[in-house]
């Protein structure tokens, strides 16, 4: 994988997605990556019957860092730091992402019909400080077996992590099972974390 590496990870903010998510951060994830959580919805829900306002088509808005007008750092940093992100955006350019500090709001989360759980947002959060990586997320409303790798190739990601919730066989022949589908289907390597570690 190349140095700027966007690893997905998709989210649903359940245990096993939580484990997924936790494994990533402690053996995948590194200085200089971008994380991006993929969380997908069933089409048309809506919290409440509250409606979706924010960037319905895409999931999300368009990324982009404030960096660049920050009066402390040098002004070849800023350059720097400017051209940087104008070549991350050039990769996301059709992709909406949502940047870490509006996902922490539960206010703007909730138009979107996600709630994240705090131990989620800690994770990330934690991750982000320490580790120095971007931290986005990108919502999809579907079948999550689709969207997951409609994510690979839209933003497009480098490798996709995933939960697995340990379903029995008839479960898994009645419901379908999402990671399995990814593995079969995904144009990029793909990693199971079951649930049981």
């Not at 002004?75 to 909406?96: C, G, H, P, S, W």
């Not at 919730?165 to 479960?171: A, N, S």
Request: positive net charge; glycine residues 6%; proline residues 5%.
């Amino acid at each position: 994988m190349a140095a700027d590496r966007r690893v997905g990870i998709a989210v649903d903010f359940s245990p096993s997605s939580k484990n997924a998510l936790k494994w990533a951060v402690d053996n995948v994830i590194r200085k200089g990556d971008h994380l991006i959580l993929v969380a997908v919805r069933p089409e048309g829900h809506y919290d409440e019957g509250d409606q979706i306002q924010l960037w319905e088509a895409t999931g999300s808005r368009t990324y982009s860092s404030s960096s660049y007008f920050l009066p402390f750092v040098s002004r070849e940093k800023r350059i720097q730091d400017k051209l940087k992100e104008m070549t991350f955006l050039f990769y996301y350019v059709n992709v909406a992402l949502i940047p870490l500090s509006e996902f922490c709001d539960p206010i703007i989360m909730k138009r979107y019909g996600v709630k994240p759980d705090p131990e989620t947002l800690d994770i990330v959060s934690t991750a982000a400080r320490q580790t120095q990586i971007e931290v986005l997320m990108k919502i999809y409303w579907g079948d999550p077996r689709e969207k997951l790798c409609e994510a690979i190739d839209t933003i497009p990601l480098s490798c996709i992590i995933v939960g697995n919730r340990g379903l029995g066989t008839l479960k898994r022949a009645i419901m379908g099972s999402v990671s399995n589908y990814v593995v079969n289907n995904a144009s990029c390597p793909v990693t199971v974390v079951k649930h049981h570690v």
